[in-house]
Structure formats: C-alpha cells, structure tokens
C-alpha cells in the first residue's frame, strides 16, 4: 500500500535555512500537501503543490517535487523561533474505495534554537 | 469561528467508560475523517465518512464507531474506554475531488486520557 516516510527530527539556528524531506510511494498522486502542526494545535494546511508541477514558491517557503524520485521537501528561509513546529508530508490515495483519502508521514519535528 | 469545530477539548475518564468525541463543521464538505495522533506514530485514520450515513473503517477502526447522521456532523465513540486508547483525536473534512485528492480541514482535536 501508500506509505510516505519523512525524518523524525530537525534542529536548525533562526536564521538559517531549514529542509525537510519526504518521500511517497504513489506515483499517481494528484497534489501533494505539507502542513502544520504547532503545540496544543491541529494541522494547519501550509502549503501543496501539484502533481505536474517541479516547484512552488511561497513568500520564505519552496516546494520542490521530483516525481521520478517520489520525492518532496519543504524549504523554509530565514527560519524563525516560530516555526517551530511538526511538519507533515501527505500525498493522495489514487484507487479504490478510499481514493481520496491522504495518507500522512510521521511528521517532523522542526526545533529552531536562538 | 472555527470551520471544524471539537467537543470536548479534553477528556479525563476512567477504563470501562463509554464516551463520545463530537464534530461539526461549517464548511459544507461532504466528507469527514477522525483520526487518532500519537507520539512518534503520526495520524491513524480511524473512520471516514463520503456523505450522510456513509461510513468506511480505517486503519485503526477496532474498539471504535461513528455515526454520520447529518452532513455538519461526525461522532465518534469509543463504547469501553481502555488506557490505549489515551491520544490526541482530530477531526477532519474535505470536498469531494472531482478525481482528485483535496485537502483536509482539521480541527483542534480532543486530548482524551483514560485512566
């Protein structure tokens, strides 16, 4: 079946750049999302990025897609205290009677020292 | 206002207890998910839901129902509460994709401990 990995951990400096990355295994997936969990919060919908698509850029975040590689990061610049959050990769369930449904990774723990 | 909204926020009760988790939303999506979020396991899909009276098993569905008997509304109860079913539960919406996926809408989720 549809899995979708991503890193358990990440520590950054503020100011730096942070890369998360994700890999899914759907090939046929229609968007591909990130998004958001900040402490005692649910997920907020960061961003997403079609599937036709290499790259998307948002104000200090980039999506970048390599289909080929079923591989997905999100890119934040100039990461702030903020941001720091858990950050989960979904993709789309293509067949069957669940199409539709996302199947999320574990999430990454984004922690940005001062 | 929140677009889905939780009830309650937090729950404390005792193993053998039957409780439930509401959900309702504003959003006039047609489906619906709860899911269950533990530490280092992510999201676990529980129950979805396409339309009214439409229910599907998730990943996770044992020890667990739901009932959709309005398009605004999903419950979900857990009839005998056991210590493992202490999480974070999310609620969730979507459109229906017109052969596609869409996103999902959550909520702020209910941190329920059974003692």
């Known amino acids: 079946g549809e899995d979708v990995e991503q890193s358990l951990f990440l520590s950054v400096r503020e100011g730096d750049s942070s890369v998360i990355n994700c890999t899914y295994t759907?090939?046929?997936?229609?968007?591909l999302y990130w998004y958001k969990q900040e402490p005692g919060a649910g997920l907020q919908l960061l961003t997403y990025i079609f599937s036709n698509m290499d790259m998307k850029q948002d104000q200090r975040l980039t999506v970048l897609l390599n289909k080929k590689d079923k591989h997905l990061s999100l890119r934040i610049a100039d990461t702030q205290t903020g941001d720091s959050a858990i950050y989960f990769c979904?993709?789309?369930?293509?067949?069957?009677?669940?199409?539709?449904?996302?199947?999320f990774g574990k999430g990454t723990k984004l922690s940005v020292k001062p | 206002d929140a677009d889905v909204t939780q009830t309650p926020r937090n729950r404390i009760t005792k193993t053998g207890k039957r409780i439930m988790l509401e959900c309702s939303q504003t959003?006039?999506?047609?489906?619906m998910y709860w899911y269950r979020q533990d530490p280092g396991l992510g999201l676990r899909l529980i129950y979805y839901?396409?339309?009214?009276?439409?229910?599907n098993k998730g990943e996770i569905s044992d020890g667990y129902s739901v009932s959709r008997q309005a398009q605004a509304k999903f419950s979900l109860s857990l009839e005998s509460a056991i210590p493992n079913q202490t999480a974070l539960y999310f609620c969730a919406t979507s459109e229906t994709g017109k052969g596609s996926n869409q996103p999902q809408h959550f909520g702020d989720g209910t941190r329920l401990s059974i003692l």
């Open positions: 839901s396409f339309d009214v009276k439409d229910i």
């Open positions: 979904a993709e789309g369930e293509s067949y069957g009677g669940s199409q539709g449904n996302l199947i």
């Open positions: 759907d090939s046929s997936s229609t968007y």
């Open positions: 959003k006039g999506h047609d489906r």
